[in-house]
């Protein structure tokens, strides 16, 4: 089977450089382009921390910023207290051995999707601010979107607010958008992810591999699991965004159901809640495959062998 190619946008962040890895080292990716956008730091922090992975890593694929914000204009909202004034606090990181590309990450964006001779899938791990403007700047581009893969929602409890997880909350009318756009979306939020745990096991059959890449990926995902103990009373790192990527690679290791999700804008204490309805209670027709379980082992399978692919540069 031929790889799958894709788009990945995203906002580094600890977990979003396993997303990266992931894609880049699995066979059955054929990853296009990275665009980020501002997230988990501010706009040049996590444009930074791409390049420096991908110059880690050996990953030479374009590397495009874009939105700094939400859409609407809000200030952003970052999250020093998870992934350090950085973004990528815990291990020391080449510096770039590139510029980031000159065009903004949407017509970037847009323009592989209009190169495109099949359908592309768009994988966003961060804020959707890129993937709505895209949706709205270029809807003939928007259409050669095969289908759009997010880290983000859940259907529980949110880790920014009691209802709404981070990257839906920092600019939740972004996500409406997308939620609301007809395409194809998979959400793989919290109540999945959370079953993603960088465990001792984990961290170990890493540390095994003895590659810079493996041994970056464990101190940072130890420093990760020092904060969520820390906030949340973790165990250990819940992995978010590679299980967007695993939903690619792999569709069976992350079950997913059909169901209707709006997400709220208006709500004094629920703005940026993802308000799935798993039992059509509302008489809306589905518009997102909603995760709910993860094969754990086998995703970290697939991330273990994604790692150990990528080039041991020292």
Aim: net charge negative; aromatic share 4%.
């Amino acid at each position: 089977m031929s790889p799958v190619p894709i788009l990945l946008d995203c906002d580094p962040g600890h977990d979003d450089v396993v997303a990266i890895l992931l894609a880049a080292g699995s066979p059955a990716i054929d990853l296009r382009a990275i665009t980020t956008v501002g997230g988990n730091g501010d706009l040049e922090q996590v444009t930074r921390n791409a390049l420096r992975i991908c110059a880690l890593a050996g990953i030479e694929v374009p590397i495009a910023a874009g939105c700094a914000g939400p859409l609407l204009g809000a200030a952003l909202q970052t999250a020093p207290e998870v992934h350090g004034e950085s973004g990528l606090d815990g291990v020391e990181l080449p510096e770039p051995d590139r510029a980031v590309a000159e065009a903004h990450a949407v017509d970037v964006l847009a323009a592989h999707l209009r190169a495109a001779d099949a359908p592309l899938t768009l994988v966003a791990t961060g804020p959707l601010t890129n993937v709505a403007l895209l949706l709205r700047r270029d809807p003939a581009a928007a259409a050669a979107i095969g289908e759009i893969v997010l880290m983000g929602g859940t259907i529980g409890e949110g880790n920014r607010r009691p209802l709404a997880e981070f990257n839906i909350f920092v600019d939740p009318e972004a996500a409406h958008i997308v939620f609301s756009s007809g395409l194809p979306v998979t959400m793989c939020g919290l109540n999945v992810t959370h079953q993603a745990l960088a465990t001792d096991d984990v961290l170990a059959r890493l540390t095994a591999l003895g590659t810079p890449v493996a041994r970056t990926v464990v101190g940072l995902l130890t420093f990760y699991a020092g904060r969520y103990r820390e906030l949340f009373g973790f165990p250990a790192a819940p992995v978010h965004d590679p299980v967007a990527v695993a939903r690619v690679i792999a569709p069976e290791v992350v079950g997913c159901i059909e169901a209707n999700v709006v997400v709220e804008l208006a709500g004094e204490h629920t703005r940026g809640a993802t308000v799935v309805d798993r039992h059509g209670v509302t008489g809306r027709p589905a518009n997102a495959r909603v995760a709910r379980t993860l094969d754990a082992p086998a995703f970290w399978d697939l991330v273990h062998d994604a790692i150990a692919a990528l080039p041991a540069r020292e």
